[in-house]
């Protein structure tokens, strides 16, 4: 079941890349796979699947010690700075920096472990109050800030878009951020640069595609709804 659902995401991913004329190789697939166990999570890698998305810092670390080592670990959601010092040296990238004194001990906790640590900054593209992330306004300005710090490097910008019922309606804040990423690019800020632009879920990924997404986090369209009272 998870394999033809996982299918179906590959193909919609195709023909959105298709549609907008870009490589399928542009587009990175994240399996977003918080709350669901690691049984199906090993079903998924056993499909090809080698990146996975958590929002928590403890699901990836029990989870990263019963399967493969080769799996790429994406942290997706708000971290705290308490806990930097847990998944530093274990994520392949950090979706959720918003702010700088985030990324000041990402940068300590780097340093630490002699590693320069890949962020992308998040932005609250459509400015709600529930989401975090730093405004479109003042994103270059923390770009700014964050570069100075040697054990990081900014690879790009992350967005969690509304919840909608129609995808279109998300079109406008994909192309938004994309221009930021491209002002922000344009700038050749040292440390930084705008290659990874992570937008894009089960509902919007394939708008998300075809607005420039180079990295897409679909969780329910692979793994099926979660279920949070278990
Ligand atoms: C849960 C989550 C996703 C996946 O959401 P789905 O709608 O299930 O695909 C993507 N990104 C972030 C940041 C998430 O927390």
């Excluded at 709600?128 to 490097?153: A, D, H, P, Y």
């Excluded at 406008?172 to 344009?186: E, L, N, S, T, W």
Aim: hydrophobic fraction near 40%; aromatic fraction near 6%.
């Amino acid at each position: 079941m998870l394999q033809d659902n996982l299918k179906n995401v590959e193909e919609n991913i195709k023909a959105a890349c298709e549609r907008a004329g870009r490589k399928r190789e542009e587009v990175t697939l994240i399996a977003v796979s918080k709350t669901k166990p690691v049984s199906m999570l090993q079903e998924i890698y056993d499909c090809g699947i080698r990146n996975f998305g958590e929002n928590k810092v403890q699901e990836i670390c029990e989870k990263r010690e019963q399967l493969p080592g080769d799996i790429k670990w994406h942290m997706i959601g708000h971290l705290q700075r308490n806990k930097v010092k847990y998944i530093i040296g274990d994520v392949e990238l950090i979706h959720s920096v918003d702010t700088y004194r985030l990324a000041e001990e990402i940068n300590i906790q780097a340093k630490k472990i002699h590693r320069v640590v890949p962020v992308l900054v998040e932005v609250n593209i459509a400015g709600e109050s529930t989401k975090f992330g730093i405004s479109g306004e003042e994103t270059l300005q923390l770009v700014e800030e964050i570069s100075k710090l040697e054990n990081i490097r900014i690879k790009g910008l992350m967005t969690i878009a509304p919840f909608v019922e129609n995808p279109e309606e998300n079109r406008p804040y994909f192309q938004k951020i994309k221009k930021i990423a491209v002002d922000i690019a344009g700038k050749n800020i040292d440390n930084v640069s705008m290659d990874i632009l992570s937008m894009g879920m089960t509902g919007d990924y394939m708008v998300a595609i075809e607005e420039g997404a180079t990295m897409v986090r679909v969780g329910t369209g692979i793994f099926g709804a979660r279920n949070y009272n278990k």
